[in-house]
């Protein structure tokens, strides 16, 4: 045995000897620290303000001390990462420049930045908080996240930006007053796990990323709280979007991917579905929207069931040419479902269509709404049911539930994007 110990022993003891720690005190240079440093060492940080642009090109660790902060002076990367296996720890990283065509970042991670790790810091007034490019494995985790809020949306970076990256964790964060809080590009098998995103544009921006997993994050106070697009085989699942001006959750082009147990309240639209085929909405909890689904331009062979439809202005907003079946196999619960359950077995023996005639007329007459309760409404859509030839093509439900399947929805109620007095 002490053969093969000896070995490790001795690969431990020149690890030790080789990796150092410094320190940096008020008035001193992280840069010159870094600079002295060698690899895989660690330079900590004493609390102060220190005014300095860092490059970062071996493999180190930052560690704060009592939050140092970190001031890039409103020009560049406040830290620019050159090198694969770096963590920095416990900083106030602030005052990047706002140049967008050069990305000015609070810490940007330059190609081949794999393994980095940010943890627990507070990127403040940066243009992007972090700009990651061609990496992988990286880990962003528990930090605070807030922009240039005195700049105009358009003029704002993201809060994290992903470009070209493969296994990325995206966890923890708080993310607030930039353009988009997460934007995904062409980046992919990662991990978006329990960041709370607010007031701005859209909450996660994904532009033909594939196979990545949203999961337990709350995405409220934005225009759009997820919005998908040109990806598959996504999950997406335990999020909570509400209160956002536009839609909870978009899905555009989208194929292959689920759907499932998230709360979407308190939007324009909950659900907006474009041009999206092969997915699985299961079991989501769509309450107190305007529109609880905006459904068009193609997007058929969609699987819907166990989710709840709940006090949503318009239940479904469907523009297509032929009836779209949800709830096949198990169905779901309408709020505004009239119809009866003879045998108890908790589905209503007469199936759901979400849109009649009268409400294709209003959504391309506006003025119509005016006239809904008028006697000759009602007559219309009593002439529309028993007369197929007038029908309106619908979302149609052969097995709506009696009862939610979610007992807690009405704490969801009334959670509204905020309008100013």
Request: aromatic share 6%.
């Given at each position: 045995m002490?053969?093969?110990?000896?070995?490790?022993?001795?690969?431990w003891l020149c690890t030790s000897v080789h990796a150092a720690m410094w320190t940096v005190r008020p008035g001193e240079s992280i840069q010159a620290a870094i600079d002295a440093a060698a690899a895989n060492d660690t330079v900590s940080i004493e609390r102060a303000h220190y005014r300095e642009n860092l490059v970062l090109d071996k493999p180190l660790t930052l560690k704060g001390i009592d939050r140092p902060t970190l001031d890039g002076g409103h020009r560049g990367d406040t830290i620019r990462i050159r090198s694969a296996q770096v963590t920095i720890d416990g900083l106030i990283v602030i005052n990047s420049g706002a140049d967008l065509e050069k990305q000015n970042a609070g810490i940007y991670l330059q190609p081949g930045s794999d393994s980095t790790r940010v943890l627990n810091c507070d990127l403040v007034y940066n243009l992007f908080g972090l700009w990651i490019e061609t990496s992988k494995n990286v880990e962003i985790r528990d930090n605070l996240i807030a922009g240039k809020r005195d700049l105009m949306s358009q003029h704002r970076g993201n809060?994290?930006?992903?470009?070209?990256?493969?296994?990325?964790?995206?966890?923890?964060n708080n993310i607030s007053f930039v353009r988009d809080g997460i934007y995904v590009d062409v980046s992919h098998h990662a991990v978006f796990a329990r960041n709370r995103i607010h007031h701005v544009r859209y909450g996660t921006h994904y532009m033909n990323s594939h196979n990545n997993v949203w999961e337990d994050n709350d995405s409220y106070y934005n225009r759009g709280g997820l919005a998908l697009m040109m990806t598959r085989n996504q999950v997406i699942r335990?999020?909570?979007?509400w209160g956002n001006s536009d839609h909870g959750i978009m899905l555009r082009t989208i194929q292959d991917s689920v759907i499932e147990n998230n709360v979407v309240a308190g939007n324009a639209r909950g659900f907006f579905i474009y041009d999206a085929e092969f997915?699985?909405?299961?079991?989501?909890?769509?309450v107190d929207n305007d529109v609880g689904v905006h459904l068009w331009a193609g997007s058929y062979r969609n699987q819907a069931e166990g989710n709840d439809f709940i006090s949503n202005r318009t239940q479904i907003k469907y523009v297509?040419?032929?009836?779209e079946i949800w709830g096949k196999e198990g169905g779901n619960y309408w709020s505004n479902y009239v119809g009866w359950d003879r045998n108890g077995d908790g589905i209503g023996d007469v199936q759901y269509e979400a849109n009649d005639m009268v409400d294709r007329l209003s959504w391309r007459h506006p003025m119509m709404k005016l006239l809904l309760a008028s006697p000759a409404v009602q007559t219309l859509r009593l002439v529309a049911q028993q007369?197929?030839?007038?029908?309106?093509?619908?979302?149609?439900?052969?097995?709506?539930?009696m009862q939610p399947t979610h007992p807690d929805w009405s704490q969801w109620r009334g959670r509204h994007f905020p309008h100013p007095d």
């Open positions: 002490l053969r093969f110990a000896l070995p490790v022993l001795l690969l809060g994290i930006q992903l470009y070209n990256t493969e296994g990325a964790q995206i966890i923890g335990n999020n909570r979007a997915n699985t909405l299961r079991n989501n909890l769509v297509a040419a032929r009836d007369f197929p030839l007038l029908r309106a093509p619908s979302i149609v439900d052969p097995k709506p539930h």
